[in-house]
């Protein structure tokens, strides 16, 4: 197992929409526990394939830490079927440092996929778990939180993040 860098924003990749995994086979399963350890290691609830620069529809999750129902999965082509409700939830994303911003989601939402033994699986799930998923799942389609806030809040961080760049390099 091995702990994996994390693309931040605008790395290119993150901008991409991921590729559907063909076959669940061995790559697949490594790149679940190298996603898995990562996720943990940096204390998150989530991580899509392309935030470790693979562009394939993989995501891992362990909302436990917030819902103690909840444990660890991996989903692989995963597909919202149906949603209900709204919902709106402050978050943040390992990918975009300093970002904490209320995002509207679908309260809960039916996701369909493959699990790490090739089955085909249906989920349910609502609060966390749907938020979660909802986030992981613009991943997939290249879609970042800064994509769902407003264009001042985006703006605004942009030029926050050049500000300390530049001040990196001068330091
Ligand atoms: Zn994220």
Redo the contacts with the bound molecule.
Sequence with gaps: MAVLEILKYPHPVLKKRCEPVEHVDEAIRKLVQDMRETMYRANGIGLAAC?VGVSCRVLVMDVGAVDPAQKFFALINPEIVAEEGEIDYEEG????PDCNEKIRRWEKIRVRGISLDGEAVELAGEGILAIALQ?EID?LNGIL?LDRISRLKREIYRKRLKKEREKGERD
């Design positions: 935030q994303c390992l990918s975009v986030h991943h939180i």
